[in-house]
């Protein structure tokens, strides 16, 4: 299978607990270029992140050329839970949720009893299904075949497990409220 090469990657910068919103950072890669980037937010334990992507990604320049999207976990600004199958539809393109290690779901929904429209998070993270390996890192894979999506990961991988996109996302999410990055992926 064919990797998608042009794809956006979105992670959410540090934020503090009496933050109303959480920026969002969404960078924009060609293969191995960097092409763009785009800067938003989403609510604090909200339920605006499937609609923010979506705006961030429909409303740029980089619309018509973006053939994947890319997230780094499928949560924003806390608990605000991405229905990621509704996303690879409502963008008519596919999306893959990674994350460094598999999620402790009993501890996930413990928390979610602390943030208000937990029942409807609950659903979207049950929606989304279970986490599954795939080289060193876990995902989620809405709208494409197993094999395309390795392909991706593996074309947009350059150093570490994280996909360049997703990586650059943090990096740049940590230095825009720091003042300076910290870490990797």
Do not use: C, W
Request: aromatic residues 6%; neutral net charge.
């Amino acid at each position: 299978m064919k990797p998608i090469a042009n794809v956006i990657g979105f992670d959410d910068a540090p934020f503090a607990r009496t933050d109303e919103r959480a920026p969002l950072v969404g960078v924009v890669y060609a293969r191995d270029r960097l092409d763009g980037v785009l800067v938003g937010d989403v609510a604090r334990d909200g339920d605006d992140a499937t609609d923010r992507v979506v705006s961030l990604i429909e409303g740029s320049r980089f619309d018509a050329h973006v053939a994947g999207v890319l997230l780094q976990g499928i949560a924003f600004g806390g608990f605000n839970v991405v229905d990621a199958p509704a996303l690879a539809a409502r963008l008519g393109r596919p999306v893959i949720v990674v994350a460094r290690r598999a999620p402790d779901l009993p501890r996930m929904h413990a928390a979610l009893a602390k943030v208000t429209n937990a029942e409807a998070k609950r659903a979207r993270l049950d929606a989304a299904g279970p986490m599954r390996a795939m080289g060193n890192v876990f995902v989620q894979i809405f709208g494409t075949d197993d094999e395309t999506a390795a392909a991706t990961l593996a074309l947009h991988t350059r150093h570490g497990a994280f996909p360049e996109p997703l990586r650059v996302a943090h990096l740049l999410g940590a230095a825009f409220i720091r003042g300076h990055s910290h870490g990797g992926a």
